[in-house]
T-cell receptor, first 113, second 113 residues
Framework: GNSVTQMEGPVTLSEEAFLTINCTYTATGYPSLFWYVQYPGEGLQLLLKATKADDKGSNKGFEATYRKETTSFHLEKGSVQVSDSAVYFCALSEGDSNYQLIWGAGTKLIIKP | ETGVTQSPTHLIKTRGQQVTLRCSSQSGHNTVSWYQQALGQGPQFIFQYYREEENGRGNFPPRFSGLQFPNYSSELNVNALELDDSALYLC????????????FGNGTRLTVT
């Protein structure tokens, strides 16, 4: 079945460092791919998405490119801030639905000043 | 606009009991989906409701059931609670359609003892 694998955390970086959180997936067909973020004490929020191969999703300085050849959707940011500390989830949608998401286990990101 | 609200925020139940969790969808949204998130894991899709009918279900037993009301709010009911049902239960609302993102509430933390 479909699945999402993301790098284990926690990932600890200093402020202004470059961030990469790896995400790979297994899927039949052509899923859409998502990154969600969960800040402490808050609900999940959509960070960015890509709906087809080679699409790049971007938001708040974060980027991820849908790579069908490597079945990856790695999250990157050039210069992280303390406020980026959160748990990041990679997810894919099955079929035509945008709700029946398959999720990775999440990666906790800690940014130190 | 009013976001997704869930109640209660925390709940403690005994094994074998029944529980009802509630969700008010974001203004203008007509679709509600429910997820179970165990500690340290990504969310698992339970089911989705659209136009007061279930139109998608994950791998959860029938003792997990739901309702959607004409105002698009929703309930998740779990009968015969088991210890493994202890988790964060997340509600997400959206507009029907592939491109519509999910908007999550902050969840209900259920503990079964």
């Amino acid at each position: 079945g479909n699945s999402v694998t993301q790098m284990e955390g926690p990932v600890t970086l200093s402020e202004e460092a470059f961030l990469t959180i790896n995400c790979t997936y297994t899927a039949t067909g052509y899923p859409s791919l998502f990154w969600y973020v969960q800040y402490p004490g808050e609900g999940l929020q959509l960070l960015l998405k890509a709906t087809k191969a080679d699409d790049k999703g971007s938001n708040k300085g974060f980027e991820a490119t849908y790579r069908k050849e490597t079945t990856s959707f790695h999250l990157e940011k050039g210069s992280v801030q303390v406020s980026d500390s959160a748990v990041y989830f990679c997810a894919l949608s099955e079929g035509d639905s945008n709700y029946q998401l398959i999720w990775g286990a999440g990666t906790k990101l800690i940014i130190k000043p | 606009e009013t976001g997704v609200t869930q109640s209660p925020t925390h709940l403690i139940k005994t094994r074998g009991q029944q529980v009802t969790l509630r969700c008010s969808s974001q203004s203008g949204h007509n679709t509600v989906s429910w997820y179970q998130q165990a500690l340290g894991q990504g969310p698992q899709f339970i089911f989705q409701y659209y136009r007061e009918e279930e139109n998608g279900r994950g791998n959860f037993p029938p003792r997990f059931s739901g309702l959607q009301f004409p105002n698009y709010s929703s309930e998740l009911n779990v009968n015969a609670l088991e210890l493994d049902d202890s988790a964060l239960y997340l509600c997400a609302s959206s507009l029907a359609g592939v491109a519509s993102p999910l908007h999550f509430g902050n969840g209900t933390r259920l503990t079964v003892t």
